[in-house]
Nanobody
Framework: QVQVVESGGGLVQPGGSLRLSCAAS????????MGWYRQAPGKQRELVAV????????NYADSVKGRFSISRDNDKNTMYLQMNSLKSEDTAVYYCNVASVRGIYWGQGTQVTVSS
């Protein structure tokens, strides 16, 4: 059984920062990529950032480039998303995605609300 658990969401003022964490555990092997997606009310889920296990390459949505930073601790199967200079349009449920040779797994999501 595989578990993917996000944490770190919350309410923050515009311009503030949050750090999300995602921990993958269980019978999960050979993780190829870990990524963050988000879904705002009435909108489709979209990719925010992804990190590739081999080589550590990263990719970001244009809307978050220069503000968000994705990182990973391979030994702990844990991923992070440092979010700075947050804007109201960053408000969404953020989901962790883990892609391995055994399948693709999603977390339950964590709410991020940017509001004054």
């Amino acid at each position: 059984q595989v578990q993917v658990v996000e944490s770190g969401g919350g309410l923050v003022q515009p311009g503030g920062s949050l750090r999300l964490s995602c921990a993958a555990s269980g019978s999960i092997f050979n993780i190829a990529t870990m990524g963050w997606y988000r879904q705002a009310p009435g909108k489709q889920r979209e990719l925010v950032a992804v990190i590739i296990t081999s080589g550590g390459n990263t990719n970001y949505a244009d809307s978050v480039k220069g503000r968000f930073s994705i990182s990973r601790d391979n030994d702990k199967n844990t991923m992070y998303l440092q979010m700075n200079s947050l804007k109201s349009e960053d408000t969404a449920v953020y989901y962790c995605n883990v892609a391995s040779v055994r399948g693709i797994y999603w977390g339950q999501g964590t709410q991020v609300t940017v509001s004054s």
